[in-house]
């Protein structure tokens, strides 16, 4: 998500510029700037929110549609990782299922 607001989306990466990702399914009408912090946005099980993910390059939309594309740059250099940690969420299911019911509310 862009820190600030309540809307989020997926990061898609086009596999041509490692550092490159677009932030979809964001509505036209916010005025994201260039230099927009993009952060985790807490929902699903696998980060927790805030963490940094880079930030925003620009924006726009594409052929008239109702959803911005935007252009982020990633916060981490994903070819020079050395190492990397894989962690097992041992509650996603319980926190999946509590979530399921929130929405129900």
Known sequence: SVEGTPYFGPLVWDGENSQIVTLTDIPNQLNIKPKAKVVTS???V???KGIMVGTV???GVKGGGSF???SVKLS???Y???HVYI????FAAEQ???EAQNKEL
């Open 87 to 90: 962690i097992k969420n041992n």
């Open 42 to 44: 807490g929902l699903g």
């Open 76 to 78: 981490t250099n994903f």
């Open 46 to 48: 696998i980060f927790p």
């Open 68 to 70: 911005l594309d935007i």
């Open 96 to 98: 999946l299922l509590l």
């Open 80 to 82: 020079a990782l050395q």
């Open 57 to 59: 390059l620009k924006s």
